[in-house]
């Protein structure tokens, strides 16, 4: 089992749309769940972190987590054309702060 | 200070070859990672430094992959007699960590390498 888990997508949504993306992870010891957005060709960018059980928002981005469900979400209110990216969840794992990825999900908001 | 900065951007090479990245960190931070991306999948840990000291290497990276990080600040990925499938996204990611704490990593641009 890889240790952070997205389903592949690719997810579809009109714009103006909320988009919900998920995430799963594998060590209980993961504190901190990192969102980023990657544009084809591109490298990763950082949308949002969030470490607490609960919800953090920012702007039109919500990511929410819970950590007795080891689960990860990421909301994006109102969609835009521009939201349409891969977005890869990302999990610190072990003693040294490195970043663990899922594959990603690629997210196509139609106009 | 504009971020993480990788060169080349793009480096095409023969099997066989030897080819070096260069990474420029943010210049307050004390950590840097190097990572590897293939297509479709999310980027995979190779390498990490604390200052100037290398402490972890994944398996993934096998004895032709070298690193450096010279007096903590820019770090250098060597990849001796590439092989194709070396063929990937080569990112490098810095953050300030101190014990019992993190803070957000950055990305740099990348270096996209193609082993023909």
């Known amino acids: 089992q890889k240790e952070v888990e997205q389903n592949s997508g690719p997810l579809s949504v009109p714009e103006g749309a909320i988009a919900s993306l998920n995430c799963t992870y594998s060590?209980?010891?993961?504190?901190?769940f990192f969102w980023y957005r990657q544009y084809s060709g591109k490298s990763p960018e950082l949308i949002m972190f969030i470490y607490s059980n609960g919800d953090k928002e920012d702007g039109r981005f919500t990511a929410q987590l819970n950590k007795a469900s080891q689960y990860v979400s990421l909301l994006i209110r109102d969609s835009q054309p521009s939201d349409s990216a891969t977005y890869l969840c990302a999990a610190i794992t072990g003693a040294n702060s490195k970043l663990t990825f899922g594959k990603g999900i690629t997210l196509s908001v139609r106009p | 200070d504009t971020g993480v900065s990788q060169n080349p951007r793009h480096k095409i090479t023969k099997r066989g070859q030897n080819v070096t990245f260069r990474c420029d960190p943010i210049?307050?931070?004390?950590?840097l990672y190097w990572y590897r991306q293939t297509l479709g999948q999310g980027p995979e840990f190779l390498t990490y430094?604390?200052?100037?000291?290398?402490?972890?290497k994944s398996r993934l990276l096998s004895d032709r992959f070298s690193a450096e990080r010279p007096k903590g600040s820019f770090s250098t990925l060597e990849i001796q007699r590439t092989e194709q499938g070396d063929s990937a996204m080569y990112l490098c990611?810095?953050?300030?960590?101190?014990?019992?704490?993190?803070?957000?990593?950055?990305f740099g641009q990348g270096t996209r390498l193609t082993v023909v």
């Open positions: 430094f604390q200052n100037e000291a290398q402490l972890e």
């Open positions: 210049s307050e931070h004390n950590r």
């Open positions: 990611a810095s953050s300030w960590g101190f014990t019992g704490g993190d803070t957000e990593a950055f």
């Open positions: 060590d209980r010891g993961s504190q901190s």
